[in-house]
């Protein structure tokens, strides 16, 4: 059985299809999307030259998706990052967008881990809901592996108020170097 824990290799051929190397068979872009979702790392390279190719079939699952009227990024944001590539923030974005979504997988773990001790867990259909919320958020940050393990780390809330402090400070400091070098271009 293959590692689960390696990318998934898979080949683009010259014909522009890609070959699943575990499976030994061809996969098509949405394959790819669900091996993503299911928390698997995925490396496309392309056979004959051995480029890596997975940066660009990310942003073309991500355009399709777009296209399709699933829209995640707002038109400012998507306006923002291609000015990023035309500015000297360009060096900064993609730390911040790092970072954004470590902020965002960390709070989300914090609110799942509320949710089972709030009065609405006995509400019907919360589970649906719970459910719901953490296939989202599975899908949005990378497949994270077990929200239970992670929240079982977490600090007490008097931690929490420190992190979340530590967390605006950094966001803080983010957006003014942001601001001067929007001010410099």
Do not use: C
């Not at 983010?174 to 410099?184: A, I, N």
């Amino acid at each position: 059985m293959a590692d689960k824990t390696a990318p998934l290799l898979i080949k683009r051929y010259a014909s522009r299809r890609l070959y699943n190397t575990e499976t030994s068979d061809y996969v098509t872009l949405d394959d790819v999307a669900t091996f993503i979702r299911a928390g698997r790392e995925v490396q496309i390279v392309d056979l004959k030259s051995g480029d890596d190719l997975t940066r660009q079939y990310l942003l073309q699952i991500i355009a399709e998706h777009e296209s399709r009227g699933e829209n995640v990024l707002p038109t400012d944001v998507l306006t923002d990052l291609v000015r990023s590539y035309t500015s000297q923030a360009q060096s900064v974005v993609p730390q911040f967008l790092a970072m954004s979504f470590d902020m965002l997988r960390d709070g989300q773990s914090k609110v799942m881990e509320n949710l089972g001790t709030t009065p609405m867990s006995n509400m019907p259909g919360f589970d649906a809901m719970k459910a719901q919320q953490e296939a989202f958020m599975k899908a949005m940050t990378g497949g994270l592996a077990n929200w239970g393990a992670q929240a079982a780390s977490e600090p007490d809330s008097d931690s929490e108020a420190s992190d979340l402090d530590e967390i605006k400070a950094q966001l803080a400091a983010m957006q003014d170097k942001l601001s001067k070098m929007g001010k410099t271009s």
